[in-house]
């Protein structure tokens, strides 16, 4: 959720969709994070160990420490899912998972340790950044951990490893003095690094009848100490009562609320996925994605995407990875605006609750090849949409629909032998070469009119 861009400048390309991404990165990195704080106090009954607000720039939330080694007030200070229009919503999100990070403070000694239960969920990582949000690598040791490559305590089992009913414990311990081999140790932060900001997130994708509610995140206690600190929970977690407000890029690729006829033969030329180069906070190290920029379409006309839709692991409890049915643990497909906090589509229903701008992989309509049809459009072409036999709708944003929008791929832990993945794609900027590498997996997008649609399915609008 935490992948708001983050790269020096612009780069003079704003004719381009990667210039038109890197134009709203620099606010998105200002603002993103911002609106994803949830407020954090310690029950009454505890005696506060660190003091921590977020940044006035916005650009991170840091914790500040007094002593170095009591660096968090209370664990998991910023907690977040978007699951309506008023949740916070900032970095293309993916509606289907829930995000928990801490800041913590760097010092000599300090071990961090995450004591945990395995969650019923598709998929869960433990990752750690530096004081730039980027993940590293310590004496040959990765600072992320997936599910699977975490090591149950005794008597438990990962059921990632092995099949196994979820919520058996486990312990992993942050540490400056990492070696390989250690089995469930994460690097505290980068080799030499003795003070500075740190971060831990913990990633939960598809909890079992999608309720978030039963997924507990790790307890976090602080070694050494005198005693050792074990965190006192949050009492208390607040959000923005509205979503953070959404500025439309001025640039010059920016669409107006009426789409030109040039402006539309430019939507078309911009519907092409490319792997861009982009910098993000806390990214997931598991994720490799593909996007592609598109102005909204005329009145009668939707846009079609179609590719092979890689094998995954169905359902939405731990299953053992890696597996030789299965291409990914994950993927879906999601749109959003190319607006300051880069927020994914979320658009109230005129009956109560949301239509989510994600369709994760098992809300995913395929046909009889493998293939599955994203349709683009308004809510009001939804129900038309619906009744193509093997179309999947995904809504354009109701509250600007003027705004150019953002579509997005993602996979989470791509096998080593599934060579068509976006992690393959070595040329960034390049819809040839992305194509090229994904072969019959990658996206091909097209506006088409409703009527065509209906009439012919999507082969009629994508040969």
Avoid at 50 to 55: E, I, K, R
Avoid at 219 to 225: D, N, Y
Avoid at 332 to 352: D, E, F, R, Y
Wanted: glycine share 8%; net charge neutral.
């Amino acid at each position: 959720m935490f992948g708001v861009n983050r790269a020096p400048g612009l780069r003079g390309r704003t004719a381009t969709p990667s210039g038109l991404w890197l134009r709203v990165r620099d606010a998105a990195l200002a603002l993103g994070m911002l609106a994803l704080i949830s407020g954090c106090s310690p029950a009454a009954t505890a005696t506060p160990i660190a003091s921590t607000s977020p940044s006035a720039a916005g650009a991170s939330a840091v914790a500040t420490a007094s002593p170095p080694a009591a660096a968090l007030a209370c664990p998991w200070y910023i907690a977040a899912t978007v699951s309506s229009a008023t949740s916070p919503n900032a970095g293309l999100p993916d509606t289907a998972a829930k995000y928990w990070l801490e800041p913590f403070h760097v010092a000599p000694g300090l071990r961090i340790v995450v004591s945990g239960t395995f969650p019923d969920a598709r998929y869960a990582s433990l990752q750690v950044y530096d004081a730039k949000t980027a993940p590293f690598t310590s004496n040959g040791v990765s600072s992320a951990l997936a599910d699977y490559q975490i090591t149950p305590d005794q008597g438990s089992v990962n059921p990632w490893q092995q099949q196994a009913a979820p919520g058996g414990h486990f312990t992993v311990t942050l540490r400056e003095d990492v070696a390989p081999g250690q089995g469930s140790t994460l690097p505290l932060a980068p080799l030499g690094t003795t003070t500075g900001q740190g971060y831990l997130e913990y990633r939960v994708y598809l909890p079992a009848g999608g309720d978030f509610s039963k997924v507990t995140p790790p307890t976090l206690t602080l070694e050494p100490g005198d005693p050792s600190a074990s965190l006192t929970p949050c009492a208390t977690r607040t959000s923005p009562s509205t979503a953070p407000a959404s500025t439309p890029s001025s640039g010059p690729t920016a669409t107006p609320a009426a789409p030109s006829p040039s402006a539309r033969a430019r939507a078309v030329g911009q519907l092409e996925f490319f792997k861009e180069t982009f910098e993000a906070l806390t990214p997931n190290v598991d994720a490799a994605y593909v996007a592609a920029y598109l102005a909204p379409p005329g009145p009668g006309d939707v846009v079609v995407i179609r590719a092979k839709a890689p094998t995954y692991a169905a359902g939405d409890h731990p299953s053992p990875w890696p597996a030789a049915s299965e291409q990914v643990r994950y993927w879906s497909m999601c749109v959003g605006l190319a607006t300051a906090t880069l927020p994914t589509v979320m658009n109230p229903l005129p009956g109560g609750g949301t239509d989510p701008g994600c369709r994760a992989d098992d809300g995913t309509k395929l046909d009889a090849t493998g293939e599955y049809a994203y349709v683009l459009g308004t809510e009001a072409q939804r129900a038309a949409i619906e009744s193509i036999p093997g179309a999947t709708f995904l809504p354009l944003s109701a509250a600007q629909p003027g705004a150019t929008h953002i579509l997005f791929f993602r996979e989470i832990l791509a096998s080593p032998s599934f060579a068509s993945s976006p992690q393959q794609v070595t040329q960034a900027n390049d819809p040839a070469a992305t194509a090229a590498a994904m072969g019959p997996t990658y996206p091909r997008a097209a506006i088409c009119a409703l009527s065509t649609l209906v009439a012919g399915g999507a082969a009629g609008c994508l040969k």
